[in-house]
């Protein structure tokens, strides 16, 4: 039955689309040779193509020539810095072009239809909730500990202009990375099980102790966060956040009206972490 079924349709389909290839690129690159034979469904003479190995090409494409935005900052001075749109692959038009390919058998070149990816954070914005301290905590430490005082300026960029949207989390760990000697930080003290000992990082939890005495604010919601297995001397008894990439996070929720923007800065032995918002942030309903 199956075989007069294939042979009823193979008489009635039309001919097979003579081989040809698309090639696509990107500013004048060559990026990818589409080729329609490895695309088609077999036994159906090219006139179906398969959904998902268009879809893996499609990824794939997407992979080159995204660029993520950068979203808008500030500097050391206060001045905000513009943000950067990124660019991703109009997937739309890309699969247009690839159908238009696919069934009028010619062989054609297509540039790479691409869509801007605008910065989630824009000067607007940054101009609009860097108006407000909310919260403002600051800690010393001992900068002729070279490699100590290096892993906390790392850690201060990494969270520095961050913002956070009403009812979305903050993680250190998340924001800030694994911390390994390819990203530059550098063997310092860390406390592990209540004893001293030297690792790659030592030194961050001092950048998330301050962090979370400056968000410790009526708006701030703690989801995650522990102490450390013996006194720490930059902040009080129960005031620190400890935090390792294999362990415990530091882990907050805005529940403000406005998003919130953390201005961090390490220097001259000086953490220091403020929050700003709006002039008119509250408590969400």
């Known amino acids: 039955m199956r075989f007069i079924l294939l042979s009823f349709l193979l008489f009635f389909i039309p001919s097979e689309i003579t081989a040809s290839s698309l090639t696509v690129t990107d500013k004048e690159k060559v990026i990818e040779l589409v080729d329609r034979e ?4 077999p036994y159906t003479n090219q006139i179906f193509f398969n959904h ?10 997407n992979e080159v020539v995204f660029r993520s935005p950068i979203n808008a900052s500030l500097d050391e001075t206060g001045e905000i810095m513009d943000g950067i749109p990124g660019v991703r692959l109009n997937k739309e038009k890309f699969l247009t072009s690839f159908i238009k390919y696919f069934y009028n058998g010619e ?12 910065p ?7 101009a609009e909730i860097n108006v ?34 009403p009812g979305e989390e903050f993680s250190f760990n998340q924001v800030v990375g694994e911390r390994t000697k390819e990203k530059g930080y550098q063997k310092a003290p860390v406390i592990v099980k209540g004893e001293l000992a030297e690792d790659i990082g030592g030194g961050i939890c001092q950048v998330s102790s301050t962090l979370f005495n400056a968000v410790h604010l009526r708006g701030i919601q703690m ?21 390792s990439w294999w362990g415990p996070d530091f882990v907050f929720k805005n529940n403000y009206n406005q998003p919130i ?5 390490s220097k001259n032995g000086k953490m220091e972490v403020k929050i700003f918002s709006t002039e008119d942030v509250r408590l969400r309903q």
């Open 107 to 118: 062989s054609t070149t297509i540039e790479i239809p691409k869509l801007p990816v605008y």
């Open 223 to 243: 989801v995650e966060r522990y102490s450390h297995s013996r006194k720490v001397p930059y902040v009080p008894p129960g005031k620190d956040a400890t935090v």
């Open 52 to 61: 998902e190995k268009v879809d893996h090409l499609v990824t794939q494409i």
């Open 261 to 265: 923007l953390i201005r961090a800065s």
């Open 132 to 165: 407000n301290q909310i919260g403002h905590y600051v800690t010393y430490y001992d900068e002729k500990n070279v490699e100590r005082s290096h892993n906390i300026l790392l850690s201060t960029l990494a969270i520095n202009n961050h913002v956070i949207f």
């Open 120 to 126: 989630q954070v824009s000067s607007e914005l940054l």
């Open 38 to 41: 490895y695309y088609s469904i």
